[in-house]
């Protein structure tokens, strides 16, 4: 979901050499509204937990932002959401983006120790672009420059982003001649596009090549999601395939593509199901709150903080080299909480509603060889074997028969053993109160500490 005051990037921690391993989470600032510099810091803290760099940009709490992040060793790249035209009434100035404005944004905090910068360049990002064009971002850079600024742009232009998913090299290339102007590119599209397949890396690696072959000096940002479901009646309703998404697009990202950034989609966007900050107050009062409005419905109560235990994994053999060496039993699971064919009392089902799969999905980390047990209702212990070489999956069908409901149940078993045990938190069944297709997600094990 994106509104022109609404999306902030955090960005990563500041000591490495400017072309070393990054990693970014997208932060939708209109889900801090009602953020003061305590709840600022109790999100970069959860993101510095696992290895994320940073956050960053909204015109009321920019301040707080900076003050924390420059606290806490953080950076903030300004992104600005430029799906907006003129006469749209929720833009910052009333009209549509103007160079002044941006320039005054990225000028006030450019000599900041949070701010993240690129070759010695602000690193300015977008979401969308296109309908500006090419003439506005050199407009932009002008500007910047007779400002004192010096800014290196690398804006996600997702028109091509996603005609790149069915014809990469030609859209490539296209974006390369479109947009003389821009320095690097943001790859949004980090779901399959409408297609019941895994993302393949075609896309990632035509745009990454194709900027680095035309001599140009920004980043090549690689976007890496969970999922993908949104619900929001006259604001879209749909759904592509995710159902092990997080974990082979991170090793596509590391061992294949090899981007100059890593950018987790994201932190806190509650409406499209891919967050993994902590769920907000369900009352949608007081600090932290949020105005989740219809996504309400089918976000309390659907926990997602376990997949930061999948992010830190990967993030720290991102930026190591190596796979981490594993030192807590831990097992992430995740599960949609009633089966795809099933017509819930409320809500819609959305496009692609047939692509997930009905089932459990498991993924273990242990510190030695053990055995991980899964029961669902009456699928029935099933096992598989995960050790320390890295994480190991498994997939549950749900059963046939749901009665009242069941939850998920999981044991990792050494030698007769239950070493750990636990349940999901929701149900899933065949009577449910809403048409939901965001994943309940959790652990068993250590928690992040």
Same mark, same amino acid.
């Given at each position: ?121 602000? /690193? ?277 028969? /749901? ?47």
């Amino acid at each position: 979901m994106h509104s022109l005051a609404s999306v902030i990037l955090l960005v990563s921690a500041g000591t490495r050499a400017v072309h070393g391993a990054t990693v970014f989470a997208h932060f939708m600032v209109q889900n801090s509204y009602s953020y003061s510099q305590t709840e600022w810091e109790t999100d970069i803290k959860s993101a510095k937990q696992i290895g994320i760099d940073g956050f960053g940009w909204q015109a009321d709490r920019i301040d707080d932002a900076f003050t924390v992040a420059a606290a806490q060793d953080f950076k903030i790249m300004h992104s600005f959401d430029m799906n907006y035209a003129s006469g749209q009434d929720d833009c910052p100035t009333g009209v549509a983006w103007n160079t002044s404005y941006m320039v005054d944004k990225l000028s006030k905090h450019a000599t900041s120790d949070a701010a993240f910068k690129w070759n010695g360049d602000v /690193l300015v990002s977008t979401f969308g672009g296109e309908l500006y064009g090419n003439d506005f971002f050199a407009s932009l850079k002008s500007a910047a420059s007779s400002a004192g600024l010096g800014i290196s742009l690398a804006p996600a232009l997702d028109d091509y982003s996603m005609a790149a998913q069915s014809d990469p090299q030609t859209e490539a290339s296209k974006v390369i001649s479109d947009y003389p102007s821009v320095d690097g590119f943001l790859n949004w599209q980090a779901w399959p596009l409408n297609e019941h397949a895994n993302l393949t890396t075609a896309a990632d690696t035509a745009f990454k090549s194709a900027f680095s072959n035309a001599g140009r000096t920004g980043p090549y940002i690689m976007a890496v999601s969970p999922w993908q479901f949104k619900d929001l009646n006259e604001w879209g309703n749909w759904l592509q395939y995710s159902d092990t998404l997080f974990d082979y697009r991170w090793k596509d990202a590391i061992n294949t593509v090899k981007p100059d950034i890593i950018e987790i989609l994201t932190w806190n966007d509650f409406p499209e199901s891919h967050y993994i900050r902590d769920l907000p107050p369900a009352s949608e009062t007081g600090p932290a709150s949020m105005q989740m409005g219809d996504a309400g419905s089918y976000v309390y109560g659907i926990d997602h903080s376990g997949w930061r235990v999948i992010a830190q994994y990967y993030i720290s053999w991102w930026k190591t080299g190596s796979a981490p060496a594993v030192t807590e039993d831990r097992v992430v699971y995740w599960y949609r909480i009633h089966p795809k064919g099933v017509t819930c009392s409320g809500g819609t089902a959305p496009s692609n509603a047939d692509f997930p799969t009905d089932a459990v999905f498991v993924w273990a980390l242990m510190t030695s060889e053990a055995n991980i047990s899964t029961t669902v209702g009456s699928s029935f212990n099933y096992v598989f074997t995960a050790d320390e070489s890295g994480p190991k999956m498994n997939m549950i069908p749900f059963p046939t028969d /749901l009665g009242n409901g069941v939850y998920p149940m999981f044991g990792v078993v050494r030698d007769g053993v239950t070493d750990l045990a636990g349940n999901g938190s929701v149900a899933i069944t065949s009577s449910c109160a809403y048409q939901n297709y965001n994943p309940v997600v959790g652990l068993v094990g250590a928690a992040l500490s």
